[in-house]
């Protein structure tokens, strides 16, 4: 199983930039497609962004097309999320998520579905200011 650890969250004024990344270890890591999800205090998590495997699919949620990317570098065992024009309400918990690549079809990735994501990190605090 994967152990997933978050890092790069802050405190920015809007139009401000981030990067976080998400640190893997364990077995299954470059076998796994990953997903950036978020969630702001009273809401539901939502999904930010998912690569798979190879980083060949590439899916954002609507909310952060042409603003955030999503990378990874399975060298690293390490997950990306860059953050440009981030606005205040980008404001959440950020956690990185794995799914077995025997589990993770196009429909997963697409999807941007917490439930299909088994593994999690503890996430990672953005405040964005206006």
């Known amino acids: 199983q994967v152990q997933l650890v978050e890092s790069g969250g802050g405190s920015v004024q809007a139009g401000g930039s981030l990067r976080l990344s998400c640190a893997a270890s364990g077995y299954g890591y470059m076998r796994d497609c990953m997903g950036w999800f978020r969630q702001a205090p009273g809401k539901e998590r939502e999904g930010v962004a998912s690569?798979?495997?190879?980083?060949?699919?590439?899916y954002y949620a609507d909310s952060v097309n042409g603003r955030f990317t999503i990378s990874r570098d399975n060298t690293e065992n390490t997950v990306y999320l860059q953050m440009n024009s981030l606005k205040p309400e980008d404001t959440a918990m950020y956690f990185c998520?794995?799914?077995?690549?025997?589990?993770?079809?196009?429909?997963?990735?697409?999807?941007?579905?917490?439930?299909?994501?088994?593994?999690w990190g503890q996430g990672t605090q953005v405040t964005v200011s206006s």
């Open positions: 690569i798979s495997t190879r980083g060949a699919r590439i």
């Open positions: 998520a794995a799914a077995g690549d025997s589990w993770c079809s196009l429909g997963v990735l697409s999807r941007l579905n917490p439930t299909d994501f088994p593994n």
